[in-house]
């Protein structure tokens, strides 16, 4: 079964940073594009960024555009959120998804069970 496993969520200050990651398996990580999107409470979710099948393109919501870094590594099956400069307003679910390709990643294909990142004083 196709499996995406989300880690690194915490609880953190405003203006620290997190590094989220998502273990891929059962299906050619290599040969899709990655994305993030986040829930907070009673809001929907939200796209935060996407990576090529090859690291060569990425894009992000205006909302971290600038704070937030997504990479991948293929040898790993693993893609990664850098979160930098952290607001309260990031305190949500993160969840970690997969798609043939950043054009389709409004509709992602698999979706990890997610991880908590709370961002408080």
């Known amino acids: 079964q196709v499996q995406l496993v989300e880690s690194g969520g915490g609880l953190v200050q405003p203006g620290g940073s997190l590094r989220l990651s998502c273990a891929a398996s059962?299906?050619?990580?290599?040969?899709?594009?990655m994305g993030w999107f986040r829930q907070a409470p009673g809001k929907e979710r939200e796209f935060v960024g996407a990576?090529?099948?090859?690291?060569?393109?990425?894009s992000y919501a205006d909302s971290v555009k600038g704070r937030f870094t997504i990479s991948r590594d293929n040898t790993k099956n693993t893609v990664y959120l850098q979160m930098n400069s952290l607001k309260p307003e990031d305190t949500a679910v993160y969840y970690c998804?997969?798609?043939?390709?950043?054009?389709?990643?409004?509709?992602?294909?698999?979706w990890g069970q997610g991880t908590q990142v709370t961002v408080s004083s």
């Open positions: 990576i090529s099948w090859n690291g060569g393109i990425t």
């Open positions: 998804a997969s798609a043939p390709n950043p054009a389709t990643m409004r509709n992602p294909d698999y």
């Open positions: 059962g299906f050619t990580f290599s040969g899709n594009a």
